[in-house]
C-alpha cells in the first residue's frame, strides 16, 4: 500500500481557532509559554451537544506545547498506564480501520474526521458530551492519527478502569489549565490521556 498516512493541511482550520477570539491560539494553556517557538502543540475542545436544537455548545478549550503534552501525563500510576494502553488496544481495529479509510480517500477535511468517536464509532450528534484534539504542525493541521474524538461513551469506560489516584492527577491538570474556571464543574470530562 502506498495510501499517505500523513497529511499537513495548508493552514489551521477555522475549527481550531479559539472560540471567543476566533485567532489561532497564541499561548500554552499550561506554561504559558509562545506555541510560536514549538513545531508542534496540540489543542482540545470540549462539547456539549445539545439535542433538541441540535447544535453543539463549545465547554472548554485549551492549547497545549509540545514539552507539556510530553510530560504532562508522566507521573501517573503503571497500573493506570496499563489500564489506559489496555482500552486503546482493545478499540485499535476501529481507529486504525477508519484512519486508513480516510487516508485513503483523501478525505482531508476536518468534517470527515469529527462526525464520529474515533474509539468507539458513536456519532457526536448522538454524544451528551464529546472532546476534539488535533495537533498542530508548523501552523498546519496534521492529519494523521488525530484530528480524534472522543465521545463520552468512551470517556466513561476510561473513568472506570483508572485509579481514583490518577483521576484526580487528570482533575488537578484541568483545574490548572483552565484556572479554576466554574463552568466546567460538572464536566465528566479531563484531558483525554493517552491521545495526544
Ligand atoms: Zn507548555
Given at each position: 500500500m502506498d495510501n499517505p498516512k500523513k497529511f499537513l493541511s495548508d493552514d489551521i482550520p477555522a475549527?481550531?481557532?479559539?472560540?471567543?477570539?476566533?485567532?489561532?491560539?497564541?499561548?500554552?494553556?499550561?506554561?504559558?509559554?509562545?506555541?510560536?517557538?514549538?513545531?508542534k502543540y496540540a489543542i482540545e475542545k470540549v462539547f456539549k451537544q445539545n439535542k433538541i436544537l441540535n447544535t453543539s455548545e463549545i465547554v472548554y478549550e485549551y492549547a497545549i506545547c509540545w514539552d507539556c503534552a510530553q510530560t504532562?501525563?508522566?507521573?501517573?500510576?503503571e497500573d493506570s498506564k496499563i489500564a489506559i494502553m489496555s482500552l486503546f488496544v482493545e478499540h485499535k481495529n476501529f481507529i486504525s480501520m477508519r484512519t486508513d479509510y480516510l487516508h485513503a480517500n483523501k478525505m482531508y477535511n476536518i468534517e470527515s474526521w469529527i462526525?464520529?468517536?474515533?474509539?468507539?464509532?458513536?456519532e457526536v450528534r448522538l454524544c451528551n458530551e464529546y472532546a476534539i484534539s488535533a495537533i498542530i504542525e508548523n501552523d498546519k493541521l496534521l492529519y494523521e492519527h488525530s484530528p480524534m474524538v472522543v465521545s463520552d461513551e468512551f470517556m466513561e469506560k476510561l473513568q472506570s478502569v483508572l485509579s481514583k489516584e490518577t483521576k484526580d492527577k487528570f482533575d488537578g491538570l484541568r483545574d490548572k489549565i483552565l484556572d479554576g474556571s466554574p463552568s466546567v464543574e460538572d464536566l465528566i470530562f479531563s484531558p483525554t490521556p493517552g491521545v495526544l
Open positions: 475549527f481550531f481557532y479559539k472560540f471567543d477570539t476566533e485567532v489561532p491560539f497564541t499561548n500554552c494553556s499550561l506554561c504559558d509559554g509562545k506555541l510560536s517557538d514549538y513545531s504532562s501525563g508522566s507521573d501517573i500510576s462526525e464520529r468517536c474515533s474509539l468507539t464509532g458513536k
